[in-house]
């Protein structure tokens, strides 16, 4: 045991805390007067005394961990799961803190990346870059969370201050409201604890001119105050793709404050600033339908990718008694996040190019570009009740929630200043431009530099805002000693306000044009769990989720990815996309608790999807149907005490069962690995040494628009890369830990944009090496 961390009995929140000081005082005084007793009454023998023990946390301090298992979540950080995650009738992978730092990955686009049942969506021009992922075939780009509150906004996300990350598989709109269709993201947040002071600080050097410096500080105040700091700073190029490159600095602080025996209050604040040069990677060949290799590091100078988020939360907690509490949650956000970077792309030379008889083919290169501006506020409020009704517990959950969340976005001027080396045709004619070759063939010199951009903020585009309403109802009930049951439901009532600046390409007029409407969700969940023994169950579980039209906040009008479908007078007839879930699976708690072991079967039907653009003249929208069946398993935990694993696989299919487009019926969907696997294995050597590798599989991706049929001929490869990682504790307060990435070095693709224009490129072989000392 790490006894830097000053341990004091772990307690709940509502229970008073007796300092160290104060608990050997009394266990002295209660020696005194044993001793006292015993010598008066000069007993000859010996009195027996039971044995005391005190547990202590380990320097694994995530609360929600199962003790002596660190890659094994016992409960969700989501205090609506009522039950264990062992017990839930769902699928719910949670990745706990001390999973995450081992696997080396700190971006929550490369955790999410790696995980079964998870691909990478991309970004253009009209809808922002920022972390976008796609769970079991459906865009979840909008549906991430933090501490269960939505967290709006494309933006760069990093782990520094999370405990752990909880990705919930499929619908599950009675917890997140609107959106949902595959699934959604919490990531859990480190709060201040009163039960212990600890202070971790964590520096890393590696390859690619990685630094990192990370401190996470708690401190008690009081037995009813304490304080929680967490600070990143974060500089490194992009492995093997320099000048592209990554920046952030973080500072995370929350509060604890036990106001009085039934109050509590934790307020937190959150900042990120991440500046990076993003390097879009390769592209497909379209005539080949393959990538590109040994493309150039070709992002430019002036290339920038930037993000600042900031948000203030406060949560009051008020316990009434032992059946009936409360908890508040109070947030306000703001993100900013803009960009302008460059792609690269097959060009050829016009005929009047000096080079075009002997070298025709070439590259050139594209602008991407956009800002947003998030402004938000969420009031939530739950109220946890346990009652016994009709000789059974129920353990029931009402919700209410309020949200306002406006979205500006807008584009940048760009105007490239350096000289053009070449003359190409293209869709807009025969015009100078930039390519990536000299007469040899060879990548021109100053290709970082080339396009020598001039960059202003430009105008907005559009004005999005959609204010909320959301009431809910839960109820978790043990129906017999061997089943269990959930039930919930949710209304979410919106109003949908948009306006959008449309330019007419010949006059170059622009005009304004607002969407404007209100509708009411109901959504449902119902689920049951049949314990086979103590350590195993089955369940069943039937879930809903439904998707409004515009509900995409950073695409306007650009119906293919979640924008509006529709124009100004029709918009209010759109029916909601409807999503419906049905799933079957097994839980078993192994090996004393410490190993759980799970599998499930899953159908996804999504139905009423949007297409085309209008009612009156073509009709097209709410046509399209879509399905995902899959099977899902994974093992996570302590196999013995020396051995932790997390494992999971998924294995999935998708149709396209009914679109405007007869063409599409029976195809697949974009954007879907059918298989993908992970795994992480550590191994305890020594007491001292520790060794794991990690291994990530994903099958090919076609590209496409989300719902819509893949593009068969373009896509990215099926890939297997394989990482190590080791530990070592030099002493209780100092500990080495070493990773190696992509160890073989493999050549990979994440995932395309549609007409193939880019792929992006997963990292390079790189080593990082964290030293880390707690006091």
Known sequence: ??????????????????????????????ALLVGNVVHAQDIDEPIVLDTMQVTERASDTNP?????????????????????????????????????????????????????????????????????????????????????????????????????????????????????????????????????DFNKLQAGVGTDDYKRFALDSNVAISEDAAVRANILLVGADVPDRAPASKKRTGFALSGNLHATEKLAIVADYYYLNAHDKPDLGSYIDRDTGKVVKDVPAYAQDEDFLDTTVSTYTVRANYKVDDQLSFQNSMRYGTTENGYVVTGIGAATRDVTDPLAATRAATTSFSTHQGWQEVDYFVNQLNAYLTADLANMEHQFIFSGEYSDMTVVNGAYNNTNTAATNCITAGRRGVSANYCGQDANGNVVDDINSLLGREITKGDQDSDYNVETISLSAMDTVQLTDKLSAFVGVRMDHFDYDNTVASRDRTTGIVTDNNYSYDDTLWNGHVGFVYQLSDAGNIYATYSTAANINGGESDVGGNCGYGGICGDTTTIAQSKPE??????????????????????????????????????????????????????????????????????????????????????????????FAEQSAYAQVRYQVTPQFSAGAVATYSSEVFVGQPDSAAS?????????????????????????????ANLADKDYYLTAYRSGTFAYIGAARNTKLTLSYEF
């Open 712 to 740: 068969e001929d373009l896509g990215v490869p099926s890939y297997t890369v394989f990482d190590l990682f080791a530990n070592y504790e030099i002493n209780e307060q100092l500990k080495l830990r070493l990773n190696v």
């Open 64 to 196: 929600y961990a199962e003790e002596g298992a660190p890659y094994k979540a016992k409960i969700s950080g989501d205090k609506r799961h009522v039950a264990e995650l062992a017990k839930t009738p769902q699928t719910i992978t949670v990745l706990t803190q001390t999973q995450i730092q081992e696997s080396g990955k700190e971006d929550l686009r490369d955790i999410l990346a790696a995980q079964p049942g998870i691909s990478l969506g991309t970004g253009e021009n009209g809808n922002a870059f920022g972390d976008r992922y796609v769970i079991r075939g459906h865009e979840a780009r909008s549906d991430v969370f933090v501490d269960s509150i939505r967290d709006p906004g494309m933006t760069t996300r990093e782990s520094f201050a999370v405990e752990q990350v909880e990705i919930t598989k499929g619908p599950s709109s009675t917890f997140a409201g609107r959106g949902s269709s595959g699934g959604a993201v919490n990531s859990v947040t480190k709060q201040a604890n009163t039960d212990y």
């Open 578 to 671: 409807k999503v419906e879930n049905i799933e079957i699976g097994t839980k078993w708690n192994l090996f004393d608790e410490k190993l759980l072991a799970t599998a499930a079967i899953f159908q996804i039907t999504k139905s009423d999807v949007m297409e085309g653009a209008d009612y009156t003249s073509e009709g097209t929208l709410n046509t399209g149907e879509n399905r995902v069946k899959g099977l899902e398993v994974s093992l996570v935990g302590n196999i013995t005490d020396d051995l932790s694993i997390q494992l999971g696989a998924s294995l999935m299919d998708s149709e396209i069962l009914d679109s405007v487009n007869d063409d599409s019926i029976g195809k697949k969907l974009a954007n």
């Open 1 to 30: 045991m790490n006894n830097s961390i000053k341990a004091k009995p772990a307690l709940s929140l509502r229970q008073p805390i007796i300092s160290a000081s104060k608990s050997a005082l009394l266990l002295s005084t209660a």
